[in-house]
């Protein structure tokens, strides 16, 4: 049942770090330009958070709960994407509704590792491989075909980080795999793990919870066309493609909405994967889930991204769009998901 408290205030929070510069910063002003005019045409008293580690000053910033409603752009918390969940589990501990998944979620999903462990036998997953505490390399599954492809990636980072065409490596034995993630981890300070690259078409579904109706909608899948770059280059959406304008990358990497009319399987299995991962990790508001696709047709779970830009370029909005609605229309799913009313 949504709060009888009538909804008066909307704090955009997102971390006090973005907007020292670089695509945090871009990122936050774009999403800030799309959604405060929504709001604001509602009558609601707009304000901006800008979130950092001092919880007194937020506390007191927020004020008593009730009329209040934080939408919550935070996807990195001082700088950290793995300090992402502690703002939530303030909000939730002071009372404060806001937007999207709640901290367990938030966490669960962040560490990819332990969303593939909680998804397993839930979704189709690659192998993958990543190092213990005494750095020693641990398989899953333990008897994974290793020689072939494998794509290495940050645990507990988004938005690409650290992705370019160096994370994609041909090994022959487990040792060399092995090795490059101690490599990895020792060059940027944090955990990496690597999985076995799927080498076909990449998907990205997004999902909004309409709490009014008790369901969760699945927007038009959104495929990568990786037709556009250059021989021999690995058909990933790295840091460049995901960020750099004017990189060849980004500009050989555009999204387009396909026509899965004809691919009935695939379409049905993309739509029950990603619920299937809504469910199983506690998402909440609005997510994205990522796909790889193989040459037989079979999706395989990448990633859930819990905090999906809301900018106008990015992929969610253009998902919104394809599916006919406009951005109030998205605003108000999320909010309501929040346990608040719209205003009137």
């Not at 704090?11 to 695509?23: K, L, M, N, Q």
């Amino acid at each position: 049942m949504l709060k009888s408290n009538p909804l008066r205030r909307v704090f955009f929070a997102y971390d006090a770090a973005a907007p020292d510069g670089g695509v945090a910063a871009a990122d936050v002003l774009q999403q800030l330009a799309t959604l405060r005019p929504v709001l604001a045409a509602t009558g609601l008293d707009c304000r901006e958070l800008a979130v950092g580690l001092d919880f007194h000053s937020l506390r007191e910033q927020l004020g008593e709960p009730g009329e209040s409603l934080v939408f919550n752009l935070v996807e990195s918390l001082a700088g950290l994407d793995r300090l992402q969940t502690v703002f939530v589990m303030f909000l939730e501990s002071w009372g404060v509704p806001f937007t999207g998944s709640g901290s367990a979620a938030l966490y669960l999903s962040n560490h990819k590792l332990l969303a593939k462990q909680q998804l397993d036998g839930v979704v189709p997953l690659s192998p993958s491989c990543h190092l213990d505490r005494t750095g020693q390399g641990v398989f899953t599954p333990p008897d994974c075909l290793v020689a072939g492809q494998w794509l290495t990636k940050p645990v507990e980072c988004h938005a690409s980080l650290h992705m370019d065409d160096n994370s994609l490596l041909s090994v022959t034995t487990p040792e060399e795999l092995v090795e490059r993630l101690r490599s990895l981890e020792q060059r940027h300070g944090c955990p990496f793990f690597a999985e076995h690259f799927i080498g076909g078409r990449e998907f990205n579904v997004s999902l909004v919870e309409d709490r009014e109706k008790g369901e969760v909608v699945v927007l038009p899948p959104a495929e990568i066309n990786f037709t556009g770059l250059a021989a021999g280059k690995p058909r990933i959406v790295g840091f460049a493609a995901k960020w750099e304008e004017d990189s060849p990358e980004y500009l050989a990497t555009p999204r387009f909405f396909p026509d899965l009319a004809g691919e009935a399987g695939l379409a049905r299995e993309l739509r029950e994967y990603s619920l299937a991962a809504w469910r199983c990790l506690d998402l909440a508001g609005y997510a994205r889930v990522d796909f790889r696709v193989d040459s037989t047709g079979r999706p395989y779970f990448l990633e859930a991204n819990t905090n999906p830009c809301l900018s106008p370029d990015a992929g969610f909005l253009a998902a919104v769009a394809r599916a006919g609605w406009s951005v109030s229309d998205l605003c108000q799913r999320i909010v309501r998901a929040a346990g608040v009313d719209w205003p009137n």
